[in-house]
């Protein structure tokens, strides 16, 4: 079954303790990335990851480190947790596809979230 | 990504259709429009895409404006099940928005 797999689902922390969540795709994508949601603010990307060793930020990307050492693993870092980073997150992989002269379509594949608290 | 503007949230009745409208007037000429769903707290969950012609596949329709500034998704027969935040994005899918919390009744 493709899927995009995250760990921990649950954590619950406290300021300063560094942690990694987890993530994985079984579906041979390029893209992967992260986002995370608060109450009335959307998703936001976090960073995102066009291949192997190539990653670069998105809206929201202090706090936050990643690394992509294999195509199928995108783990996200938080080195010194705060409360401000108390969230939902998701990762997300995409597939790409480009018909004729339109430009690129993508379909992204979420994982079921990580709702991390930070005391 | 083309800044796109929802309803915050619309109500339908079980089994009756749900119309979704999305305005999108900045997309650009080669941008697709894309509608995800999210029930509860779940990960995002595509639904359907277009750039130009409506499109139809087993989950809803989505119906394009000739000049693709704004865009309907459709749910034919709505169910409980169909209760979620539906987003409308177009672009690159870098920022989903808030959303339309849609509530089926029963």
């Known amino acids: 079954e493709a899927q995009v797999t995250q760990n921990p689902r649950y954590l619950i922390t406290v300021t300063g303790k560094k942690l990694t969540v987890t993530c994985s795709q079984n579906?041979?994508?390029?893209?992967m990335s992260w986002y995370r949601q608060d109450p009335g603010l959307g998703l936001r990307q976090i960073y995102y990851?066009?291949?192997?060793?190539?990653?670069d930020k998105g809206d929201v990307p202090e706090g936050y480190k990643v690394s992509r050492k294999e195509k199928r693993n995108f783990p996200l870092i938080l080195e010194s947790p705060s409360p401000n980073q108390t969230s939902l997150y998701f990762c997300?992989?995409?597939?790409?596809?480009?018909?004729?002269?339109?430009?690129?379509?993508?379909?992204?594949?979420f994982g079921p979230g990580t709702r991390l608290t930070v005391t | 990504d083309a800044k796109t503007t929802q309803p915050t949230s619309m109500d339908c009745a079980e089994g009756r259709a749900a119309n979704l409208p999305c305005n999108h007037s900045?997309?650009?000429?080669?941008?697709?429009v894309y509608w995800y769903r999210q029930i509860h707290s779940q990960g995002p969950q595509y639904i359907i895409h277009?750039?130009?012609n409506n499109e139809t596949n087993e989950m809803a329709s989505l119906i394009i404006t000739e000049d693709r500034k704004s865009s309907t998704l459709i749910l034919p027969h709505a169910t409980l099940r169909d209760t979620a935040v539906y987003y409308c994005?177009?672009?690159?899918?870098?920022?989903f928005g808030t959303g339309t919390s849609l509530t089926v009744i029963p």
């Open positions: 997300a992989s995409r597939r790409a596809w480009r018909p004729g002269l339109a430009g690129w379509g993508y379909e992204q594949y």
């Open positions: 579906m041979n994508h390029e893209y």
């Open positions: 990851s066009m291949n192997v060793e190539v990653t």
């Open positions: 900045t997309i650009s000429g080669n941008e697709y």
């Open positions: 277009g750039l130009k």
């Open positions: 994005i177009a672009g690159n899918q870098f920022y």
